[in-house]
């Protein structure tokens, strides 16, 4: 596609289930972010894949949270065990390996009641 | 690591000027700006490069003083259209992880 596609658009679960949110960047894009925004704050890194080097996790709150990206491509972050406090807009992210700009997804609002 | 934006939020009335401003207390290679609507995903406004000139995008600039790691973006003549949530988000090196700063609300009144 043109842009960078997220599914699903919004998610509403139930406390302790699981979750998987999922990330279609940019063909051809080597970098890939992940990113966190609660109501009204600012962008919270999570992790970062550049090509076949190793994921940069540091930004993961806790190890309920984990991400992979298959082929170089696609990626999709799980939240095991969701906590009300996970609930917020998850936001990927895909630029090029020159470091340029990066393209934003339109998020995945996530509720967990 | 997180940079640090400056003001927190600003109010204008349309045709007014205003400066943010974003600083790191590590050596960076980039800064990168985005502006955010309500509800919108973050779009991309600049980028500015270690040794690299001031940017402009329409009546917006730029610039990265790299002695005091620090970028200004500067919005001249205002507009309503320029209301959002600017974030500058910093790179240490090459290709490394993009960090954001907690963003400045600026709002253009009529």
């Known amino acids: 596609g043109a842009g960078v596609s997220q599914s699903p658009s919004n998610k509403v679960t139930e406390k302790g289930k699981d979750v998987e949110l999922r990330c279609d960047p940019i063909?051809?894009?080597?970098?890939l972010y992940w990113y966190r925004q609660s109501l009204g704050q600012g962008l919270e890194f999570l992790i970062y894949f550049q090509g076949n080097s190793a994921p940069d996790k540091s930004g993961l709150p806790s190890d309920r949270f984990s991400a992979e990206r298959t082929g170089g491509s696609v990626s999709t972050l799980t939240i095991q065990r969701t906590q009300q406090e996970d609930s917020a807009v998850y936001l990927c992210a895909s630029s090029s390996r020159d470091g340029s700009e990066a393209f934003f997804g339109q998020g995945t609002r996530l509720t967990v009641v | 690591q997180q940079p640090v934006q400056s003001p927190q939020a600003v109010i204008l009335r349309e045709g007014e000027d205003a400066v943010i401003n974003c600083s790191s207390s590590?050596?960076?290679?980039?800064v990168h700006w985005y502006r955010q609507k309500h509800g919108e995903a973050p779009v991309f406004l600049m980028i500015?490069?270690?040794?690299?000139e001031q940017m402009r995008h329409e009546k917006i600039s730029a610039s990265f003083n790299e002695k005091k790691q620090q970028s200004s973006l500067y919005l001249t003549a205002s507009q309503l259209s320029y209301s959002g949530t600017y974030f500058c988000g910093t790179e240490r090196t090459s290709g490394s992880r993009l960090t954001f700063g907690e963003g400045t609300q600026l709002t253009v009144n009529p």
């Open positions: 590590k050596a960076l290679y980039s």
């Open positions: 500015l490069l270690k040794g690299g």
């Open positions: 063909s051809g894009h080597t970098a």
